[in-house]
């Protein structure tokens, strides 16, 4: 990338209106320092972000308290791309319960947003100057499974679209399935597409796909495992390859697990351990999508919610809720590995983090 490119790096996080709960800071590709630029107080818990670089947009849900009960909203900020700042755009209303995931579609359409509490997703329209509008559709998910704690109901932990936008895919904790949509974009409408069942006492909750279209990847929250599955484009359907473990084979502890991503390249897929406070690395085999163990490395810190890859695939950033901490790691492309660049930087239970460059 251009030397005249910001990378910049935002953070999402739980904390209260009176506090500082988004964070953006520009991320030195020398050295892996990160330096503070802006905080953004007055939103209940605005954990999980959604970034639209080329548009300088940063998406992020927040909670509203109306009589007494929890609601979900999203709040659009604009970008500052030379300075970092940021500029609340709109603060637009959503479910009737508090979320915990948001992505926007690739045409820039619409936002779906997952509610872990209500057993839903929603489907928003892209409203006036890229912000986020009305609400066009929402789904109630229905069922359990086998864990009477964790599992008594639905929990949808999150939407990804498909890599050619035509279906939208919910891992959905509390019914060990992935349940599939098509995204109807003339009415604005997510259809029922079908189910794809996991292991029972899996608990999924983030996903990815491969760079080629042709697998997809699951991070299971409650069994500590990844699904891999091959991908059929045509038919939106996943097909089921292997279940690997998350965990060192001699760890007994607890842990549960959060974030899942495949590198640029498509070579490694990383994966977070909360418990572990780890992030698993497994290089990818091109010709079969499955998974060969390749390291543990320690976030240096505690319960790491969330990560990201850098675009170029040369950084990774884990950010620890417990120990409120921001660590930066350097990736070795060649083998995958991570190495701790010494570098870190404090803000109150991160949850989420997002980079990207923007030129200046």
Not at 61 to 75: C, H, L, N, P, Y
Not at 125 to 132: K, L, P, R, W, Y
Not at 284 to 307: M, N, Q, W
Request: charged share 20%.
């Amino acid at each position: 990338m251009a030397h005249q490119e910001n990378m910049l790096v935002f953070i999402g996080s739980y904390g209260p209106p009176t506090e500082p709960g988004v964070y953006t800071f520009r991320l030195n590709r020398e050295t892996g320092a990160l330096t503070p630029l802006d905080e953004v107080a007055g939103y209940q818990n605005p954990t999980f972000l959604s970034l639209d670089a080329a548009k300088k947009r940063l998406y992020a849900i927040a909670d509203r308290v109306v009589d007494g009960q929890r609601q979900g909203s999203a709040v659009s900020f604009e970008i500052d791309p030379a300075e970092g700042k940021l500029r609340t755009l709109r603060w637009e209303g959503n479910v009737d319960t508090s979320l915990c995931h948001i992505q926007r579609d690739a045409t820039g359409r619409f936002f779906a947003v997952a509610s872990y509490s209500g057993g839903k997703i929603g489907l928003s329209a892209a409203g006036a100057n890229d912000t986020i509008g009305e609400l066009l559709d929402v789904k109630q998910h229905e069922g359990g499974s086998v864990d009477p704690e964790r599992q008594d109901r639905p929990h949808p932990h999150s939407v990804f679209f498909s890599p050619d936008n035509r279906f939208a895919f919910v891992p959905d904790l509390g019914l060990d399935r992935i349940v599939g949509y098509r995204l109807d974009t003339d009415a604005g409408k997510l259809v029922t597409h079908g189910e794809t069942a996991l292991q029972p006492g899996a608990g999924p909750r983030h996903m990815a796909f491969h760079p080629n279209g042709a697998y997809a990847y699951v991070i299971n929250e409650l069994d500590s495992t990844v699904t891999s599955f091959r991908y059929d484009a045509e038919n939106g359907a996943l097909q089921t390859l292997e279940v690997v473990s998350t965990l060192p084979a001699d760890f007994g502890e607890e842990n549960a697990c959060a974030e899942i991503q495949v590198s640029p390249d498509g070579r490694y897929l990383y994966g977070s351990n909360r418990g572990h406070d780890s992030i698993v690395v497994y290089a990818v085999d091109p010709a079969t999508g499955k998974l060969t163990y390749v390291e543990h490395t320690s976030t240096r810190g505690g319960h790491p919610r969330h990560f990201s890859l850098s675009p170029d695939g040369d950084f990774l950033i884990a950010v620890n809720r417990d120990s409120d901490n921001i660590v930066v790691f350097r990736v070795d492309r060649e083998t995958g590995k991570l190495a701790f660049t010494g570098h870190t930087a404090k803000a109150s239970k991160p949850v989420c983090v997002k980079m990207a460059f923007f030129p200046l």
